[in-house]
């Protein structure tokens, strides 16, 4: 499986601001997905990041809020947007498939602990 | 739609007992079948997953999950816990390979001495 790290691994921030997570894997892969995951709550698909091109959304997602980037096949950014603190959660990148074969199995990253007061 | 059930919220055990933590899904068409475990304070790590093939699947750490498609039912099971255990545990379905995971509610697995 791919070695997947997120940065930052936590952050506090103030409501109104926003913050940008990075997604970074050791090799490349053909499929890279962001989660959130609430308090208490399982996870919840924002968006698949295609690279080279706009992200696709999930029902109740929107660009303007979480806008995504997906430079190359290694790396990818979620930015949480206009914070509130609603928006307090985990967010998590996961992988599919090194390039080149079937995507067959999602790898998640550590997550992103983001808390806004 | 595709949707999954995890139908125990928590489940306390003792160490070395045996364990089942129960996952059902729905779907109209075939689906792909991952468990995931989160540690405290972690992402998630992949436990096992059913492509295709025998229905009788084996994990890491000693899990193993089994298939069945008449009851829609993809259950994991340990024969002896152990406190390393303790964690939360995720059932997923998939409808195509590499495409988008449908969670569970997740359950807490509590292992006491």
């Known amino acids: 499986s791919a070695v997947i790290s997120q940065k930052p691994s936590r952050d506090i921030c103030q409501r109104g601001t926003s913050l940008t997570i990075q997604c970074q894997v050791d090799?490349?892969?053909?499929?890279m997905f962001w989660y959130r995951q609430q308090p208490g709550q399982s996870l919840t698909l924002i968006a698949t990041?295609?690279?080279?091109?706009?992200?696709?959304?999930e029902s109740g997602f929107v660009i303007d809020k979480f806008p995504i980037s997906r430079p190359n096949l290694t790396f990818s950014t979620l930015t949480v947007s206009n914070m509130s603190p609603e928006d307090s959660s985990i967010y998590l990148c996961?992988?599919?498939?090194?390039?080149?074969?079937?995507?067959?199995?999602?790898?998640f990253g550590p997550g992103t602990r983001l808390t806004v007061l | 739609a595709q949707s999954v059930t995890q139908l125990d919220s928590q489940v306390p055990v003792f160490e070395e007992a045996p364990v089942e933590l129960r996952c059902n899904y729905s779907?109209?068409?075939?689906?792909?079948l991952f468990w995931y475990v989160q540690y405290p304070n972690q992402g998630l790590q992949l436990l096992l997953k059913?492509?295709?093939?025998?229905?009788l699947v084996k994990g890491i750490n000693g899990f193993e999950a089994e298939f069945n498609k008449s009851q829609t039912s993809f259950h994991l099971r340990k024969p002896s816990v152990h406190i390393s255990d303790t964690a939360e545990y995720f059932c997923?379905?998939?409808?195509?390979?590499?495409?988008?995971?449908?969670f569970g509610q997740g359950t807490e697995l509590s292992v006491k001495p």
């Open positions: 090799s490349q892969v053909t499929m």
């Open positions: 779907s109209s068409v075939s689906v792909y």
């Open positions: 059913y492509l295709s093939g025998s229905t």
């Open positions: 996961s992988v599919g498939g090194r390039a080149g074969t079937p995507p067959d199995t999602q790898y």
């Open positions: 997923a379905v998939t409808l195509n390979q590499g495409g988008k995971l449908i």
């Open positions: 990041a295609n690279q080279g091109s706009e992200a696709t959304y």
